[in-house]
T-cell receptor, first 112, second 115 residues
Framework: NAGVTQTPKFQVLKTGQSMTLQCAQDMNHEYMSWYRQDPGMGLRLIHYSVGAGITDQGEVPNGYNVSRSTTEDFPLRLLSAAPSQTSVYFC???????????FGSGTRLTVV | AQSVTQLDSQVPVFEEAPVELRCNYSSSVSVYLFWYVQYPNQGLQLLLKYLSGSTLVKGINGFEAEFNKSQTSFHLRKPSVHISDTAEYFCAVSDYGGATNKLIFGTGTLLAVQP
């Protein structure tokens, strides 16, 4: 039981490049979310999903896409990276009836 | 929509002293409340949560929090802190019974424990 696994742990991108941040959970959780953490701003919700095939926007969705084709995986795509997307990204999941999320260890992304 | 306010960005305290980290929330519906802790260069760990019932909630590492509905607060307390408690603490709110149960965070409070 690995919990929530995020890959990669670190990434450096050039402006305009695209990439996908991976998130996988093995707890059969229905709810999954992506957050970004920036100094002094806490964690802000980017996108979330209430189940396979269902996604919705959070507080700061611009510049990011998501899809949820399986219960286990919830990848976050940056189509054209910008320096403003330099941040630490966290994926989280929550099971039905469980009111606290389990967080992954994060991906530190730098866009130069 | 819900929101969370953590007014103190940093709280310095001496070892073995008591500490209170403040959290106020805003919501038009009933809520669940959480405190998470983040140690340097690590992910988030659930410290405690309030779902219903007793307004005094005990968590890990000797922390506790009290839900006050009239003051819309959920302050975190510890009677005696240790150096190892140095970390950033996040208060979070989720709507009760909502379709999404989105978890919304405050901006965090850095607890700096000094010897």
């Amino acid at each position: 039981n690995a919990g929530v696994t995020q890959t990669p742990k670190f990434q450096v991108l050039k402006t305009g490049q695209s990439m996908t941040l991976q998130c996988a959970q093995d707890m059969n959780h229905e709810y999954m979310s992506w957050y970004r953490q920036d100094p002094g701003m806490g964690l802000r919700l980017i996108h979330y999903s209430v189940g396979a095939g269902i996604t919705d926007q959070g507080e700061v969705p611009n510049g990011y896409n998501v899809s949820r084709s399986t219960t286990e995986d919830f990848p976050l795509r940056l189509l054209s990276a910008a320096p403003s997307q330099t941040s630490v990204y966290f994926c989280a999941s929550r099971g039905q009836g469980a009111r606290g999320y389990t967080f992954g260890s994060g991906t530190r992304l730098t866009v130069v | 929509a819900q929101s969370v306010t953590q007014l103190d960005s940093q709280v310095p305290v001496f070892e073995e002293a008591p500490v209170e980290l403040r959290c106020n929330y805003s919501s038009s519906v009933s809520v669940y409340l959480f405190w998470y802790v983040q140690y340097p260069n690590q992910g988030l760990q659930l410290l405690l949560k309030y779902l219903s019932g007793s307004t005094l909630v005990k968590g890990i590492n000797g922390f506790e929090a009290e839900f006050n509905k009239s003051q819309t607060s959920f302050h975190l307390r510890k009677p005696s802190v240790h150096i190892s408690d140095t970390a950033e603490y996040f208060c979070a709110v989720s709507d009760y019974g909502g379709a999404t149960n989105k978890l919304i965070f405050g901006t965090g409070t850095l607890l700096a424990v000094q010897p």
